[in-house]
């Protein structure tokens, strides 16, 4: 099912939750919203499922305009976050509730439920499981059980919400792998809400990222974390190091150190953030002649070919803190620098990205 969201806007009182959101997704798609806390995505899944109205705007559906339709009627399977399974029925029940209470004239025979109920539970792995009870299940395997009974009622749209936030971290992993294999076996358009970059980069086919009620940018999980249209794509997506200055020429000046950039569309003395990821960050040997901004190591995380390297900014505190920075760095590298914490280094970049500074340019 093709999933067209037409100009949305919901508000909460004075709170704008969606601002005017506009998203095609083509069919067959796992697609993540993701996005801070109380960025509006899981108001946005709730639109699309039904379970709450829009001020202005549409859902179409196949092309066919849902938005006033009742959520039975969008053919949708809802999982969330803390499973939602009846305490008191078994597994098999649980999977086998959405069949049981469709209408006499379409409901399948007591045989066919049975049949598809079982099908379900040999796709999540969990048929040995059918006559326990919710409360006698792990974590992930309640959220294995709440997918099978969303996709009994064989929705033509799966709407996650959160699927994975009550679990543990090795739950979570293991999960995510478990939700992308399903997908590929099914291709049901589906829908997931998360605040977990990794877990959006690592199952999506494509994110929405959202920010304040808004859309800041579309893409596959390469474009997302190769390419950020924005400054907060790319504060959001991955470790990145921050580097707050202003335009001199064909650098960034940072209190008394420059750092050279590429960007030939930015006015001279323009207040911008200068981003740069990890492991694009260097550090050489600090000195007169040195360029860079100048650090000083504060520890060196060593777990296996790559270690990480955690610095302190030289400069004056910024808001009543200290900038902190991470370089990535090889175990033949970190053997050549001859790190100790508290020493002054500098750090260069191999590739640097520029937006302006709002915050800073407001401040100043």
Request: hydrophobic residues 40%; proline residues 4%.
């Amino acid at each position: 099912m093709t999933i067209e969201i037409d100009h949305i806007t919901k508000r909460f009182g004075t709170f704008r939750a969606l601002d005017d959101v506009s998203l095609d997704l083509p069919r067959g798609e796992l697609v993540a919203l993701l996005g801070p806390s109380g960025c509006g995505k899981t108001t946005l899944l709730r639109i699309i499922a039904g379970l709450e109205n829009a001020d202005t705007g549409r859902i179409l559906l196949d092309g066919n305009d849902a938005t006033d339709k009742h959520v039975r009627e969008r053919h949708v399977g809802f999982v969330f976050q803390h499973y939602a399974l009846f305490r008191h029925m078994s597994v098999f029940e649980n999977v086998a509730f959405g069949l049981r209470v469709k209408p006499r004239k379409v409901r399948p025979a007591e045989a066919e439920i049975r049949r598809r109920v079982m099908e379900l539970l040999d796709l999540v792995q969990l048929s040995w499981l059918k006559d326990r009870f919710p409360a006698q299940l792990s974590g992930g395997q309640r959220q294995r059980i709440a997918l099978a009974r969303a996709l009994a009622v064989e929705p033509q749209v799966l709407l996650l919400d959160e699927p994975f936030g009550a679990l543990d971290a090795k739950v979570r992993k293991e999960l995510r792998r478990w939700l992308r294999r399903l997908h590929d076996e099914l291709h049901i358009s589906s829908i997931f809400v998360t605040h977990d970059q990794e877990e959006a980069l690592e199952v999506a086919d494509r994110i929405v990222l959202m920010n304040r009620g808004r859309i800041e940018q579309i893409g596959n999980p390469r474009q997302i974390y190769e390419e950020p249209s924005t400054s907060f794509a790319y504060s959001f997506i991955g470790n990145v190091n921050a580097f707050r200055g202003r335009v001199e020429g064909s650098n960034v000046r940072i209190g008394s150190d420059l750092l050279p950039h590429a960007r030939t569309d930015l006015a001279e003395g323009e207040p911008v953030v200068a981003y740069a990821r990890p492991h694009d960050t260097e550090i050489v040997s600090d000195g007169p002649e040195a360029a860079g901004v100048a650090a000083r190591v504060n520890r060196v995380l060593t777990n296996g070919s790559v270690s990480r390297v955690e610095l302190i900014a030289n400069g004056p505190e910024r808001d009543g803190a200290k900038d902190y920075f991470e370089v990535e760095v090889g175990a033949e590298e970190l053997s050549r620098l001859g790190l100790a914490n508290g020493q002054r280094v500098r750090l260069q970049s191999r590739r640097l990205s520029l937006f302006p500074d709002h915050q800073q340019g407001r401040s100043s």
